[in-house]
């Protein structure tokens, strides 16, 4: 069967499922293989459920006529996302880096909502699986597409390319995440570079970070590029509040961001407004500027972005801030690598309260260079005041620190739930693996 007669067969049945336990009737079902299941044994259980077609890639689980056998599954998933794409000649805003992605895209999703039919990528569906199943449910009224593409490797951000063909490309930062799959930061740099790369092949355009000299380069050659940053960009901003909005020493008052616009391409904006976000961490500051960038660009005024700004609230760990009692507990336990958990620790030393108290997790795929990076943040760790400091998991106990050590995120909140801390703020942050968020668990 080609793309072409299965589109016939998706417009009609435009819900795409991978897993029967969500499979609704009615849903066109994929049966994907993984490393530890394989889809194809589950055909039958999905025509059973109800699914109007069901595609694979072993002929010996065809059932009838609604099975529709392919060479493989995942490609024609990725065949048939690009097709979908290909109706479309609206902008499709790409987004990736190291850290911020997420963040980005909620904040670019938000402004543009405020006045375009917005699609997006759900949670944090960013992967080889995750951007086709995007595109797919990007509906026929839709004037903006806002995707998330996350890597580990060299040519993986430009397969992605290859499917979601964006018209708009953003790099957020190249950090120190993935060193393992990519061979160290020049690495990063090189895999988060192919949406450049793809931009200045197809005529694109770049939103590109000007406050980062290692972007200015890297976005050379592409033919239109929008700049944001505090200084020299088209769109320029300044932290007012970042440091703390914490005054006296008051442990009710919450370490959020506030960025003042200061400049626009757009000369009849008298009056810049100051932005009152919910997030924490001037290294939020960059993920802010990029919403206006592109909410400008794109002729959402001023105030609307700083109104849908302002009413964004992060969740899913990613920079929450919590009340428990008289403490204030920043949770980012969604993911870390070095870069995020050095801007996430400077950042919360800067806030001014009287007691802090340091949980950090493990961070995970660093490869050769583990061992250095988790000494590199205890050394970082140990040129502040602390009320008390504990590591946990992974390479934090392989090497030497000083401070407290557990084996898990359990046994860390066991610990935290002895210590009664009373007016005091807590940073809780780690890779995935680390699983942070259980130390606000209680038993």
Not at 408 to 423: P, S
Request: with cysteine.
């Amino acid at each position: 069967m080609s793309i072409i007669e299965l589109y016939q067969i998706y417009l009609k049945h435009p819900r795409i499922q991978t897993d029967t336990r969500q499979l609704q009737a009615g849903d066109f079902f994929f049966a994907l293989k993984g490393d530890r299941f394989d889809g194809n044994a589950f055909a039958a259980q999905a025509i059973s459920a109800g699914a109007a077609a069901v595609v694979i890639d072993n002929p010996t689980n065809y059932i009838d006529e609604r099975t529709i056998v392919v060479d493989d599954v995942l490609q024609t998933l990725q065949q048939l996302a690009k097709y979908h794409r290909q109706q479309f000649s609206i902008p499709f805003i790409a987004i990736t880096g190291s850290n911020g992605k997420t963040t980005s895209k909620e904040l670019v999703h938000a402004v543009l909502s405020t006045q375009f039919k917005t699609y997006t990528t759900q949670g944090n569906l960013n992967n080889h699986i995750g951007i086709p199943l995007t595109l797919l449910r990007v509906g026929t009224d839709a004037e903006m597409a806002v995707i998330e593409m996350g890597a580990n490797h060299q040519q993986e951000i430009a397969g992605y390319c290859e499917y979601v063909l964006p018209t708009h490309g953003i790099i957020t930062n190249c950090g120190k995440a993935h060193l393992e799959g990519f061979g160290g930061v020049e690495g990063v740099k090189k895999g988060k570079g192919e949406l450049f790369d793809f931009m200045r092949s197809q005529e694109g355009t770049a939103f590109v970070m000007w406050d980062y000299d290692y972007l200015r380069s890297m976005s050379q050659g592409i033919s239109s590029c929008i700049t944001y940053g505090s200084h020299e960009a088209d769109y320029q901003g300044e932290i007012v509040l970042g440091k703390s909005s914490s005054d006296n020493n008051d442990s009710s008052q919450a370490p959020y961001l506030s960025v003042k616009i200061t400049g626009t391409p757009q000369e009849d904006e008298r009056e810049y407004p100051v932005i009152k976000t919910q997030l924490v961490g001037d290294y939020n500051f960059a993920n802010v500027m990029l919403a206006v960038a592109v909410g400008s660009h794109f002729g959402v005024p001023l105030h609307k972005i700083a109104t849908a700004i302002e009413a964004y609230m992060p969740s899913n760990s990613r920079s929450q801030l919590l009340q428990a009692g008289t403490n204030t507990i920043i949770l980012d336990a969604y993911n870390a690598n070095p870069s995020s958990m050095r801007a996430a620790i400077e950042n919360f030393a800067s806030i001014n309260a009287n007691k802090k108290v340091l949980l950090l997790g493990a961070m995970a795929e660093l490869g050769n260079e583990s061992l250095a990076e988790h000494r590199l943040i205890a050394a970082l760790i140990a040129q502040y005041p602390w009320e008390q400091v504990a590591l946990v998991g992974g390479d934090f106990n392989k090497i030497e620190h000083p401070f407290l050590r557990f084996a898990n995120a359990t046994e860390a909140g066991q610990w935290l739930q002895q210590q009664q801390f009373e007016h005091t703020h807590l940073l809780i942050k780690g890779s995935r693996s680390s699983q942070m968020e259980l130390v606000l668990q209680k038993k």
